[in-house]
């Protein structure tokens, strides 16, 4: 059984930066695709950020830039180092896993399909302020 813990959220000034952290239990996360998603109060999930069991990674456009996926390998956890962050961002973050992508266009599509996703962490609070 995957277990995902989410933490490193809190309040956070316009222009200002967070690192997520996700811990990974149960097993090797490098076997999955794992990816950051967002939710603001009163709006879809969407998906921000993912990185392949290849290392290749994946982003929104609209955080292109600002926000990095990493991953430590010894300590089986999973980061989000989110920078320049506007009011427009506050919202619930979680990290997420799901099957490889095989492709770099399946890569591409997989934070668009948030139905591949099995396991979700609790989520962490983001709430930015002017």
């Known amino acids: 059984q995957v277990q995902l813990v989410d933490s490193g959220g809190g309040p956070v000034q316009a222009g200002g930066s967070l690192r997520l952290s996700c811990a990974v239990f149960?097993?090797?996360?490098?076997?999955?695709?794992m990816a950051w998603f967002r939710q603001a109060l009163g709006q879809e999930r969407e998906g921000v950020a993912g990185?392949?069991?290849?290392?290749?990674?994946n982003y929104a456009d609209s955080v292109k830039g600002r926000f990095t996926i990493t991953e430590d390998n010894a300590k089986n956890t999973l980061y989000l180092q989110i920078n320049s962050l506007n009011t427009e961002e506050t919202a619930r973050y979680y990290c997420?896993?799901?099957?490889?992508?095989?492709?770099?266009?399946?890569?591409?599509?997989?934070?668009?399909?948030?139905?591949?996703?099995?396991?979700w962490g609790q989520g962490t609070q983001v709430t930015v302020s002017s």
């Open positions: 149960g097993y090797p996360y490098s076997y999955y695709y």
């Open positions: 997420a896993a799901g099957p490889t992508a095989r492709t770099a266009k399946q890569g591409r599509g997989a934070l668009r399909d948030i139905f591949r996703y099995k396991y």
């Open positions: 990185i392949n069991s290849d290392g290749s990674t």
